[in-house]
C-alpha cells in the first residue's frame, strides 16, 4: 500500500535551517510528482510547491521562494523539505502529498516545526 | 494566487445534506476542471474525498459528491453522519503549474 513517513517533530531556533523528510514506498517514487503543504497553528492548508520526481525540478508558491528548497533522493525514495533562515511565522506542520494529475491522492503524517527561541 | 473563499463554517443535522462552496476565479475553479476536496479532522492529515470536480476516490462513500458551475465549485454531504464534522477544503489549478487551496470550512453535525 501506498505511505508517505514524514520525519519527526523538530525544534528549531531562528536562524536555524531544518530539513524535512518525506519517504514514500509502495508504488514508483518516479512516477508521481511530490508536493508540500503547510499548514500554520489554527490556520488553513497552504500550498507551498512540488517537485517533478523525474527532472527534479521544482516549482515554488508565492511567498515560498528564496528559504524554501525541494530536493529528492530517487535511490531511497525520499523528498526533502529545506528551510533556511528560520522564522517563528515558520511555525507549523509541513506535509508531504504525492500529486495524482492535479490532486494529492495520498499525504503524509505531517512534521511539526517549531521555531522558538 | 489569493485563496479560494470558502465559507468559514457550516452545519447540519444527522441525516441532512450540507454544501459547502469555494469561490475562486477564471483563472483557477473556472478556468480548469481541476477542483479537489479534502476532508481534515482535528490533528490528522488531509484525505482525498473529490477530485477532478466531481470523481470519488475508491472508498470514499457516494454521500459525498462535488460539481461546478462557473467559478463556484460545490461539494455537497448527504445523509449527513457525526463522523462527517471535520474540516474540508477546496483546491484547484490555478494555471502555470500551479495549485491554490480554499481557506477551509468547519462542518459541525448538530
Known amino acids: 500500500q501506498v505511505q508517505l513517513v514524514q520525519s519527526g517533530s523538530e525544534l528549531k531556533k531562528p536562524g536555524a535551517s531544518v530539513k524535512v523528510s518525506c519517504k514514500a514506498s509502495?508504488?514508483?517514487?518516479?512516477?508521481?510528482?511530490m508536493n508540500w503543504v503547510r499548514q500554520a497553528p489554527g490556520q488553513g492548508l497552504e500550498w507551498m510547491g512540488w517537485i517533478n520526481t523525474n527532472t527534479r525540478n521544482p516549482t515554488y508558491a508565492q511567498g515560498f521562494t528564496g528559504r524554501f528548497v525541494f530536493s529528492l533522493d530517487t535511490s531511497v525514495a525520499t523528498a526533502y523539505l529545506e528551510i533556511t533562515s528560520l522564522k517563528a511565522e515558520d511555525t507549523a506542520v509541513y506535509y508531504c502529498?504525492?500529486?495524482?494529475?492535479?490532486?494529492?491522492?495520498?499525504w503524509g503524517q505531517g512534521t511539526l516545526v517549531t521555531v522558538s527561541s | 494566487q489569493s485563496a479560494l473563499t470558502q465559507p468559514r463554517s457550516v452545519s447540519g443535522s444527522p441525516g441532512q445534506s450540507v454544501t459547502i462552496s469555494c469561490t475562486g476565479t477564471?483563472?483557477?475553479?473556472?478556468?480548469?476542471?481541476?477542483v479537489s476536496w479534502y476532508q481534515q479532522h482535528p490533528g490528522k492529515a488531509p484525505k482525498l474525498m473529490i477530485y477532478d470536480v466531481s470523481k470519488r476516490p475508491s472508498g470514499v462513500p457516494d454521500r459525498f459528491s462535488g460539481s461546478k458551475s462557473g467559478n463556484t465549485a460545490s461539494l455537497t454531504i448527504s445523509g449527513l453522519q457525526a463522523e462527517d464534522e471535520a474540516d474540508y477544503y477546496c483546491?484547484?489549478?490555478?494555471?502555470?503549474?500551479?495549485?491554490?487551496f480554499g481557506g477551509g470550512t468547519k462542518l459541525t453535525v448538530l
Open positions: 477564471s483563472s483557477d475553479v473556472g478556468g480548469y476542471k481541476y
Open positions: 483546491c484547484s489549478y490555478a494555471g502555470t503549474y500551479t495549485l491554490v
Open positions: 502529498a504525492r500529486s495524482n494529475t492535479w490532486n494529492h491522492d495520498y
Open positions: 509502495g508504488y514508483t517514487f518516479t512516477s508521481y510528482a
